[in-house]
Each structure stands twice: as C-alpha cells, then as structure tokens.
C-alpha cells in the first residue's frame, strides 16, 4: 500500500523565531449548532462521495508554542463558506442556498507532533473580504486562540479591515496554496500553515 499523497508534519519548518499567531474577530457565522458529521473532510458529509461545488483544498499544519514545543490534544475547528461563497448560518445571506454536500464546519485532533489536516473548499470571496477560513483552538475544553487563515496574494488582504496586519503578523495569519493532489486523489490545492500559541 502507497502512502497518501499530501501534507506530513515533516514538511513543515519551524522558522528560527516564533511568535504567537495573532487573534481575528471571530466574525458572525460560528455554527449555532455544529454538524453531526464534523470531521476533518469537509468535501464529505455523513459519508459518501464528493458532490461538493467549487476547488478541493487541503490544508494542515503544525501547532506549536512559541518555543516551538508541539501542542498535542487540542481541538482545532474550521469553519467557512462554500464554493459559492455562502456560509451556513440562519443570519448569513442566501444561506438557503448553501451546497449541501459541504459539511462547513469540520474538527482536527492535533497529534503528538501537533499536525493538524482538513480536506475543504478553497473559499472563495464573499462580501469583498480576501479569502479566508476562521479557526478556533480549544485545549482541555478551553479556548485559547480564535483566529482567521488567509492566502498569500490574496488582492483584497490590503484593504481588508479584520486582517490589517503588516510583516511577522501578517504571515502567520496567510498561508500558500499550491496546485497539487490531495491525499484523497482529488486534484485542488495544498497549503501548509504554522499556527503559533504563547507558551
Ligand atoms: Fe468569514
């Protein structure tokens, strides 16, 4: 048997200096009620095939302290729009019309390197903010980080309200999305992203 294709917590380099991941709004659309299905593949809901609209994107990464000591345990959530840029959520607009093959919101256990994965969307714009995944890290039942993902050349990260971060900020809030081949054979996109807590 082949290794899956996709991320390993290997890939990923711990730069020389760590700083811890600066917090973002948590913004509107946090589910009310959160998914049966809530696991790590968002593409796949209550099982079954991918019927989702819009570019397949896995992305993982490490949690880590600032000293760069791994975070084991905890509990990270994604939650975001569809491929048609529509949020499920009874205040969000057109939700009506959301994809119901996408399961938007999902939940990664990070393990004893702390890598964490998801296979989702690329989400794609909505009311003219740069593309984004928020985020949410709870250990022992705490929450300790909520946090927006965004991508690196994004044109809106300029002008953007919420993610008006300049330098060491503003690339632990971006990650790189590439062309590639998800561990599930879908092709789409592949990210790595390093999000960083204070000890
Ligand atoms: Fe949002």
Same mark, same amino acid.
């Given at each position: 048997?082949?290794?899956?294709?996709?991320?390993?917590?290997?890939?990923?380099?711990?730069?020389?200096?760590?700083?811890?991941?600066?917090?973002?709004?948590? &913004?509107?659309?946090?589910?009310?009620? =959160?998914?049966?299905?809530?696991?790590?593949?968002?593409?796949?809901?209550?099982?079954?095939?991918?019927?989702?609209?819009?570019?397949?994107?896995?992305?993982?990464?490490?949690?880590?302290?600032?000293?760069?000591?791994?975070?084991?345990?905890?509990?990270?959530?994604?939650?975001?729009?569809?491929?048609? &840029?529509?949020?499920?959520?009874?205040?969000?607009?057109?939700?009506?019309?959301?994809?119901?093959?996408?399961?938007?919101?999902?939940?990664?256990?990070?393990?004893?390197?702390?890598?964490?994965?998801?296979?989702?969307?690329?989400?794609?714009?909505?009311?003219?903010?740069?593309?984004?995944?928020?985020? =949410?890290?709870?250990?022992?039942?705490?929450?300790?980080?909520?946090?927006?993902?965004?991508?690196?050349?994004?044109?809106?990260?300029?002008?953007?309200?919420?993610?008006?971060?300049?330098?060491?900020?503003?690339?632990?809030?971006?990650? =790189?999305?590439?062309?590639?081949?998800?561990?599930?054979?879908?092709?789409?996109?592949?990210?790595?992203?390093?999000?960083?807590?204070?000890?």
């Amino acid at each position: 048997m082949t290794a899956p294709a996709g991320p390993a917590a290997e890939d990923i380099t711990l730069p020389g200096v760590l700083s811890a991941s600066p917090r973002q709004a948590e &913004g509107p659309y946090y589910p009310v009620a =959160k998914p049966a299905d809530r696991d790590n593949n968002l593409l796949v809901v209550d099982g079954g095939e991918p019927t989702t609209i819009g570019t397949p994107l896995e992305i993982s990464g490490l949690l880590v302290y600032d000293d760069g000591t791994p975070v084991a345990g905890a509990t990270m959530e994604i939650w975001q729009v569809d491929g048609q &840029g529509i949020y499920d959520h009874p205040n969000a607009p057109d939700t009506d019309d959301r994809d119901l093959g996408f399961q938007f919101y999902g939940e990664s256990v990070t393990n004893g390197d702390g890598f964490w994965t998801f296979i989702t969307l690329d989400p794609v714009l909505y009311e003219s903010r740069p593309r984004h995944i928020h985020t =949410k890290i709870t250990i022992d039942g705490v929450e300790v980080l909520t946090t927006q993902i965004y991508f690196d050349g994004d044109p809106l990260l300029a002008d953007d309200g919420l993610a008006a971060a300049t330098g060491d900020e503003l690339t632990l809030l971006t990650t =790189k999305a590439v062309p590639g081949t998800l561990s599930n054979g879908l092709e789409g996109l592949v990210a790595l992203h390093l999000i960083v807590l204070p000890l």
